[in-house]
C-alpha cells in the first residue's frame, strides 16, 4: 500500500501545517479555545518559538507555534504525543514566561494581556471523566465566578474525541477530525473537510508528494522515537511498579520509579531523541541529564 498523506500529528507536519499560515492558526485557535464571540482573534503576528529567559542562567524552552493578536494577546499552541506531568509542568512554565516577559520597565500590570495555551494531547490522561476538553482558569476556590484574568490552559485529549462528542460547533468538529482521522492509512479526504478552505489547504500540505527525501526520513525517525518512548515508558511503569512492591509501597516504589527514569533516559538519548523530549519523557531535569553524559 502507497502512502498518500502524512499524519498532521507529527513535529515536522504540524509546524509545517501551522507555523507560517496566519488565517489557519487563527481558524484553529478560534474552533478549540473557550473564546466568547467578542473575544475571537481577527489578526496575529507569529512570533519565535524559543523562550529566552530574561534573567541570564535561566531556562530556555520551545514550543511549537506561538503568535500573538493585535490586542497583544498571546497564543501557544504545543501539539505532544504522550503524556506526562513533567509536560504538564512545562505547560505552566512556558505560559508564566510568556506573561512575565510583557513586563517592562516603568510599565503598567494593567497593561499586560492574557496568555491562552492550547495543548493538543495524542494520549489520554484523565481516565476519570468521558470529558476531552479541559479549560483551567485562576478561579476562587468557592465560587467559580471570580476569575483572576491572565492565564487561560486548554488540554484536548484527541484519543477521546468522536465527531459526535460536540454538536454545536462545526469548526471544532472540523478540525479535530483533521487531526484524528488522517494519517498514513488515509486514501480518501471526506468532502466536508476539503471543502473548508482552511482546512483543504492543510490537507494539500500533508500530501506526501510534497515533502523532500529528507522531511520524510525525518517523519519516519519521529514516529520511531515516539515508538520507542511508548515502549521505555510502559516498561518503566511495570518495573518501577515490580521493584517499588518489592522494596515498600512509599521508599521502594520511588527509588525504583528514579531508576527506571535514568535508564530510560540513556536508552533514548543512545536512539537520538532530543534532550527536551527526553525531560518531558522522564521528568529528569537538564543538570541530571548533563551528569548522565560525563
Same mark, same amino acid.
Given at each position: 500500500?502507497?502512502?498518500?498523506?502524512?499524519?498532521? %500529528?507529527?513535529?515536522? @507536519?504540524?509546524? %509545517?501545517?501551522f507555523?507560517?499560515?496566519?488565517?489557519?492558526? /487563527?481558524?484553529?485557535?478560534?474552533?478549540?479555545?473557550?473564546?466568547?464571540?467578542?473575544?475571537?482573534?481577527?489578526?496575529?503576528?507569529?512570533?519565535?518559538?524559543?523562550?529566552?529567559?530574561?534573567?541570564?542562567?535561566?531556562?530556555? @524552552?520551545?514550543?511549537?507555534?506561538?503568535?500573538?493578536?493585535?490586542?497583544?494577546?498571546?497564543?501557544?499552541?504545543?501539539?505532544?504525543?504522550?503524556?506526562?506531568?513533567?509536560? #504538564?509542568?512545562?505547560?505552566?512554565?512556558?505560559?508564566?514566561?510568556?506573561?512575565?516577559?510583557?513586563?517592562?520597565?516603568?510599565?503598567?500590570?494593567?497593561?499586560?494581556?492574557?496568555?491562552?495555551?492550547?495543548?493538543? *494531547?495524542?494520549?489520554?490522561?484523565?481516565?476519570?471523566?468521558?470529558?476531552? /476538553?479541559?479549560?483551567?482558569? *485562576?478561579?476562587?476556590?468557592?465560587?467559580?465566578?471570580?476569575?483572576?484574568?491572565?492565564?487561560?490552559?486548554t488540554?484536548?485529549?484527541?484519543?477521546?474525541?468522536?465527531p459526535?462528542?460536540?454538536?454545536?460547533?462545526?469548526?471544532?468538529?472540523?478540525?479535530?477530525?483533521?487531526?484524528?482521522?488522517?494519517?498514513?492509512?488515509?486514501?480518501?479526504?471526506?468532502?466536508?473537510?476539503?471543502?473548508?478552505?482552511? /482546512?483543504?489547504?492543510?490537507?494539500?500540505?500533508?500530501?506526501?508528494?510534497?515533502?523532500?527525501?529528507?522531511?520524510?526520513?525525518?517523519?519516519d %525517525?519521529?514516529?520511531d522515537?515516539?515508538?520507542?518512548?511508548?515502549?521505555?515508558?510502559?516498561?518503566?511503569?511495570?518495573?518501577?511498579?515490580e521493584?517499588?512492591?518489592?522494596?515498600?509501597?512509599?521508599?521502594?516504589?520511588?527509588?525504583?520509579?528514579? #531508576?527506571?527514569?535514568?535508564?530510560?533516559?540513556?536508552?533514548?538519548?543512545? #536512539?537520538?531523541?532530543?534532550?527536551?523530549?527526553?525531560?518531558?519523557?522522564?521528568?529528569?531535569?537538564?543538570?541530571? *541529564?548533563?551528569?548522565?553524559?560525563?
Amino acid at each position: 500500500m502507497v502512502m498518500k498523506y502524512l499524519d498532521p %500529528k507529527a513535529d515536522l @507536519t504540524f509546524k %509545517k501545517i501551522f507555523g507560517n499560515h496566519p488565517k489557519r492558526l /487563527i481558524s484553529l485557535l478560534n474552533a478549540l479555545l473557550p473564546l466568547s464571540e467578542e473575544e475571537q482573534i481577527q489578526e496575529i503576528k507569529y512570533l519565535p518559538t524559543e523562550l529566552v529567559p530574561q534573567l541570564e542562567g535561566g531556562k530556555n @524552552t520551545i514550543v511549537d507555534v506561538l503568535c500573538t493578536d493585535v490586542r497583544g494577546r498571546k497564543f501557544c499552541v504545543e501539539m505532544q504525543m504522550e503524556w506526562s506531568d513533567a509536560f #504538564q509542568q512545562r505547560v505552566l512554565f512556558n505560559a508564566s514566561k510568556l506573561y512575565v516577559s510583557q513586563a517592562k520597565k516603568g510599565g503598567k500590570y494593567s497593561e499586560l494581556q492574557p496568555v491562552y495555551s492550547l495543548n493538543l *494531547i495524542n494520549d489520554i490522561f484523565a481516565h476519570d471523566t468521558p470529558d476531552f /476538553i479541559h479549560n483551567y482558569r *485562576i478561579v476562587h476556590d468557592k465560587d467559580s465566578n471570580k476569575v483572576i484574568e491572565g492565564l487561560h490552559f486548554t488540554f484536548i485529549e484527541l484519543p477521546k474525541f468522536t465527531p459526535y462528542s460536540i454538536s454545536d460547533k462545526r469548526m471544532m468538529v472540523l478540525w479535530l477530525r483533521f487531526l484524528t482521522e488522517i494519517n498514513s492509512n488515509t486514501k480518501e479526504i471526506p468532502s466536508d473537510l476539503l471543502n473548508d478552505p482552511e /482546512i483543504g489547504k492543510a490537507v494539500e500540505e500533508l500530501e506526501i508528494s510534497g515533502f523532500t527525501d529528507a522531511e520524510l526520513w525525518a517523519y519516519d %525517525k519521529f514516529w520511531d522515537s515516539v515508538s520507542v518512548e511508548r515502549t521505555l515508558i510502559d516498561d518503566s511503569y511495570q518495573k518501577g511498579k515490580e521493584e517499588g512492591m518489592e522494596k515498600g509501597r512509599a521508599e521502594g516504589k520511588e527509588e525504583g520509579m528514579n #531508576q527506571r527514569s535514568l535508564e530510560i533516559a540513556r536508552k533514548m538519548l543512545a #536512539q537520538g531523541i532530543d534532550e527536551a523530549m527526553v525531560m518531558d519523557m522522564t521528568g529528569l531535569t537538564a543538570e541530571e *541529564i548533563k551528569q548522565m553524559k560525563l
